[in-house]
């Protein structure tokens, strides 16, 4: 019996044109950027020319319907898409906080903002930042401390809150504050703000990745009630279902890039006399990282399969979250011992492998893991939708609604 996924005639078709406008569009320097590198101002302008060229194709959103900026592309070419953008380390661009966003306000936005920013985000016109909320945190361990007052019909943000994006200078801020007066985290709300407002300042954190905490001030700031998204109330159910969905339920890549990438350094580079992939250690190690990335690639095209068909979700998104964490951090060990300190190099020096990609990866391990030294909270989230966790059983960690069964690409 053939397992093998076999492309259609058309699906082929459509590889190739994407090819051409990909050997057309993207410039070299662009070619196999990670998210998370480091980008001065001209680079990240040139990102934001890119995703507005995509935009222009409706394939920044091309699920999306063509009103709303998309192409309501049928999924057998999303995932060609998907595959094609991979092969250039540019995947991400479909995905983060953008596409998150736009499924919230599908699902909790008003019409007038569906008009105003579904478009304008699937054209690539307009950055996002979001605040920095790890899978699974509980509210009480967040660590938000921005307030919304409300004044007459409109509100008041006062404090301060760490946000996560791929640009110095977001256009809006997705921002998550709390609307009890006396500071209880169970009232929340979710609000759209532009970044111009008056007594909004921004403060560079000492992050090991550029631009992944970034911390923003509210000073008494005026925002209109048309900026908040859903009901009072439903914030901490809204970032949930929405902010949390993309990981899992985007089509995952056909390969693993930083594996794929290693295995490829190790092909190429010599030591005591052979190539290191023919070495046994090597080989073992090269294994295991590999054997890591398919079983979480397999794990997230399940989760897609049971968005799409319906199926609830429990503990599945929990599940490939604490394994991709822990798949992070040991890829960083056997990228250390395969490539010893030039593994530590950034695209700076000219000794460095794919551009310095590994040392952002090393970082990027570092950063997803648990800084609080307790238990994982995925691993709390699982034990708790197999009714074996300490957390009441009827809490909602993950709303599997029809409306929050996965994200639109």
Not at 142 to 150: C, G
Not at 287 to 299: D, F, G, Q, W
Request: glycine share 8%.
């Amino acid at each position: 019996m053939d397992f093998e996924y076999k492309y259609s005639d058309e699906q082929n078709k459509f590889r190739s044109d994407v090819r051409d406008w990909l050997e057309s569009n993207i410039p070299s320097e662009i070619d196999g950027l990670e998210e998370y590198s480091s980008m001065d101002e001209g680079l990240s302008d040139q990102i934001q020319i890119i995703k507005k060229k995509l935009g222009d194709m409706g394939w920044l959103a091309p699920s999306e319907r063509p009103e709303y900026g998309g192409s309501d592309m049928h999924p057998d070419k999303i995932l060609v898409l998907v595959e094609e953008l991979g092969e250039r380390g540019l995947h991400w661009l479909l995905q983060g906080s953008t596409a998150s966003l736009r499924n919230a306000i599908h699902f909790y936005g008003d019409q007038s903002q569906k008009d105003t920013f579904l478009k304008s985000m699937a054209m690539g016109e307009i950055t996002i930042w979001h605040p920095n909320l790890e899978y699974g945190v509980s509210i009480e361990r967040s660590d938000s401390v921005v307030r919304a007052y409300l004044d007459g019909d409109d509100y008041v943000l006062t404090g301060s809150d760490t946000f996560t994006g791929s640009r110095a200078n977001p256009d809006y801020i997705w921002v998550l504050a709390t609307t009890d007066p006396d500071g209880s985290k169970d009232q929340t709300a979710c609000f759209l703000v532009p970044s111009n407002y008056d007594g909004i300042e921004f403060e560079a954190s000492d992050s090991l990745v550029e631009n992944e905490g970034n911390i923003v001030h509210f000073e008494d700031v005026w925002v209109p009630s048309s900026c908040l998204i859903g009901d009072e109330g439903d914030g901490w159910e809204i970032m949930q279902s929405t902010l949390f969905s993309y990981p899992s339920f985007s089509y995952p890549n056909a390969k693993d890039r930083d594996v794929s990438d290693l295995i490829k350094y190790a092909s190429e580079t010599n030591r005591y006399g052979d190539a290191l992939i023919k070495q046994t250690f090597f080989q073992q190690l090269l294994m295991e990282v590999y054997t890591n990335s398919e079983l979480i690639r397999i794990l997230k095209t399940r989760n897609n399969w049971m968005a799409e068909t319906g199926k609830e979700i429990t503990y599945e998104t929990a599940q490939v979250a604490l394994l991709e964490k822990k798949a992070a951090l040991r890829l960083s060990q056997v990228v250390r011992d395969i490539m010893g300190m030039y593994a530590l190099l950034d695209g700076n020096d000219k000794n460095s492998s794919f551009k310095g990609k590994f040392h952002m990866q090393q970082r990027r391990s570092v950063l997803v893991q648990n800084s609080t030294a307790g238990p994982e909270v995925q691993s709390e989230v699982i034990a708790t939708q197999l009714g074996l966790g300490s957390r009441a059983k009827n809490e909602d960690y993950h709303n599997t609604d029809d409306k929050n069964a996965g994200i639109n690409l």
